[in-house]
């Protein structure tokens, strides 16, 4: 069974910052992918930002040149770097891990930016 475990969210004002964890259970090193989704109130879940274990990177459009997806693979988590947060960004985020047909979530954190 595998776990993530969201942390790091909460509120700030627009223009602030945070920084999200997401520890897993065992190693990532054997998730193809690992990636950030939001979900907004009344809205789908959308992608926010995905790393391979090459380290190939990939982000929403919303979010390029504001937030930084990373992996440590000795401590078994990814991040992700929010700069400049804006009220749009309020969401709950939630963490994945794919491997090969199977995908895997946390429960999701909230991050909610004031104006």
């Known amino acids: 069974q595998v776990q993530l475990v969201e942390s790091g969210g909460g509120l700030v004002q627009a223009g602030r910052s945070l920084r999200l964890s997401c520890k897993v259970s065992?190693?990532?090193?054997?998730?193809?992918?690992m990636g950030w989704y939001r979900q907004a109130p009344g809205q789908q879940r959308e992608l926010v930002a995905t790393?391979?274990?090459?380290?190939?990177?990939n982000y929403a459009d919303s979010v390029k040149d504001r937030f930084t997806i990373s992996r440590d693979n000795a401590e078994n988590t990814v991040y992700l770097q929010m700069n400049n947060l804006k009220p749009e960004d309020t969401a709950v985020y939630y963490c994945?891990?794919?491997?090969?047909?199977?995908?895997?979530w946390g429960q999701g954190t909230q991050v909610t930016v004031s104006s």
């Open positions: 790393i391979t274990t090459g380290g190939s990177t």
């Open positions: 065992r190693s990532i090193s054997i998730f193809n992918s």
């Open positions: 994945n891990a794919d491997r090969m047909s199977f995908r895997y």
